[in-house]
Each structure stands twice: as C-alpha cells, then as structure tokens.
C-alpha cells in the first residue's frame, strides 16, 4: 500500500535531531511549506507559520525533537561517554547501533554488551559508545567533540501493508501532518486566526510549547503528537482505528467541551476517531496555564519510545483530514 506521503515521512525520520539539535529536522520542515509561505523561526529555535484572522487563535503544534544522547567526554580508551535525552528504556542502549552527529557530518557507533560467555550483567551507568578509535586523540581526529550528539540507527518496515514501523514517528508523523494541513488550508478564507508551530525541546520538557505560549495568545490549542498504547490503561485504543483525542496523561486533563465539539465535526464527516487516557504529557498541557482550551489529537502508536515505534498508514491520513476540517468546517 504505496502512499505518496510515506517517503516524506521516511525522509523527516531519518533526519536526526534531538532535543536543542533541531536544526536539519527544521530545515527539512522549511523545504515542504508551500512556495512563498512566510514563516519565522523564534529566539530558541521554534518554527512559526501564521495564516487567516479573526477573533479566536489556535494553534497547532508538533515537536520536532526525538529522544537520543548527548555527547558529554571523550574516554583515555577513545569510547564516548554519553547522557539520554529523553525518556526512554535503558534496555534500548544494549548492543544498539547509532548515528553520531558531529560537525563535519556522520560517525558511526555502538553500545555493545558483555557476552554471556563472559559472565553478562552489563550495569547500564557504565556503558559508552564504541566508534572503532584506540585512543581519545584518535576520536578527537575522527571529529568528535563534547555537545555532538547520537541518535539510534533506523530501519524502516511497512507491516502487512498497513503500518509504517520506524525510530522517531515520535513526532515526525505530527510534523508532516502540520505541513499537510497547511498546504490543503493555505488558500482557504478562514475566520480565525492559526498558528502552525513546530516546537524544539519537547522531549526535555515540553520548552519551546512554553517559549511560544509566552510570547502568543492562544483559545484553542491542539498538539499533535503520540499515544503511547496499547496497555490495560489505555484499553482498546490502537492503530488503525483513527485518529486519538488524548483527553488525559501524567500533564493535563484536556477541555471536555472542545472535545465534544471535535467529536461532533468528526462524526458529520464521518472520520472514525478514538477518545483514551495514557501517560506522559504533550506540548498542548502548556496550553492551559496560558488560559486555552486544548486537546491533544494524537495517532495510536505502538512501542513509543522505541526503535520499533509503529502507526497506521490510514490513521495519518484520517489525522489529516481531521485538523483540515477542524480549521475550515464553522462550529
């Protein structure tokens, strides 16, 4: 099942960017805006499109950073000493392949684990990244600096013709689907105000959503990003049922009236839709300090947080054409 969007798709994932290294991700995003669309970049690095008017503002948001490491030192052995950024099971790192970015471009690496002919039982706190140098002067020579960063290795599968399984969907699915929308409404009359966003340093605490909340009055916010599922909390919420009205996790409970609202269009333009509670948080919980409504709408993914993260190909594109009605369709 052959979409045209699936390699675009394919290409912001496989762009590395973590946490305050969003640069090349954010570049990729300026390259498929519409010809001539006027965007901004803010002071800490948030990608900012502003279209229609009115009296209300909303504001879609997608983050552009994935988990990974930072780079903290460089060993006597030449291995790298490493922080994560983000949350993410340690189980990852063992025996992992990586994708190291410095400035002069790409390494590769490895996280390897003690064998058990060896004894096994590697404590996590010790493990470093492996890029094939005998000496730290020989790592420095290969380009490796403090503040470079690695991000795991991806592969990519497509699942019986119906999901996409990849590293960092988390939240390039969300990223797309934002330039999607953009493109279908950016010719559109609308009566209100919208702001396309997509934020930095969500992954390390939801930041630039807090930055551009600062300085933007928002009514309505909708983040689009993960449902982590499937689980006994997250009951019958999964791929391939439509898009997700995150209505709770560990940050915010969403507004109960817009999701009726959401609801209602949904059902008149018969997109299937899933309403579910899960954990962790989104860029859309800043929104309710700042005195919006907000409700975060979501696509059901599978292993969240893992090189096996995993979506529906229909359930991107029903999220599509949910925001497009959200943004056109009078209430």
């Not at 669309?37 to 229609?52: A, S």
């Not at 702001?195 to 630039?208: A, R």
Request: charged share 25%.
């Amino acid at each position: 099942m052959q979409k045209d969007w699936i390699n675009e798709l394919v290409d912001l994932c496989l762009t590395a960017g973590i946490s305050g290294r969003e640069e090349m991700i954010r570049q990729k995003i300026i390259n498929m805006l519409p010809k001539d669309m006027p965007y901004k970049v803010d002071n800490v690095g948030n990608l900012i499109v502003e279209i229609g008017s009115g009296k209300e503002f909303v504001a879609l948001m997608a983050h552009m950073d994935e988990i990974g490491l930072l780079i903290t030192g460089i060993k006597q052995d030449g291995t790298l000493t490493f922080k994560k950024i983000g949350g993410f099971d340690d189980r990852l790192l063992l025996g992992s392949h990586l994708q190291i970015i410095t400035q002069n471009g790409s390494l590769d690496g490895v996280i390897g684990a003690i064998p058990p002919h060896l004894g096994g039982n590697q404590p996590i706190d010790n493990l470093t990244i492996d890029i094939g140098a005998k000496s730290k002067e020989e790592a420095i020579k290969m380009g490796v600096k403090v503040l470079d960063y690695a991000v795991f290795k991806k592969h990519v599968s497509v699942l019986n013709g119906k999901y996409i399984s990849v590293r960092s969907l988390d939240d390039r699915f969300g990223c797309l689907s934002l330039v999607k929308v953009l493109h279908k409404v950016k010719n559109e009359n609308l009566d209100k105000k919208v702001f396309f966003v997509w934020t930095v340093q969500e992954e390390i605490g939801l930041k630039g959503a807090k930055a551009f909340l600062s300085c933007h009055k928002v009514d309505i916010c909708y983040a689009i990003d993960s449902f982590a599922c499937c689980s006994q909390l997250t009951g019958d919420v999964a791929p391939g049922n439509g898009p997700v009205l995150r209505m709770a996790d560990n940050s915010a409970i969403g507004s109960y009236s817009l999701m009726m609202e959401i609801l209602q269009k949904a059902e008149r333009n018969h997109i299937p839709i899933q309403v579910g509670v899960t954990g962790g948080g989104t860029d859309s919980s800043v929104a309710v300090d700042s005195n919006a409504r907000m409700v975060p709408i979501s696509l059901a993914v599978k292993y969240l947080h893992s090189n096996a993260e995993y979506i529906s190909l229909d359930d991107f594109e029903k999220l599509v054409e949910l925001l497009t009605v959200l943004l056109i369709e009078k209430s």
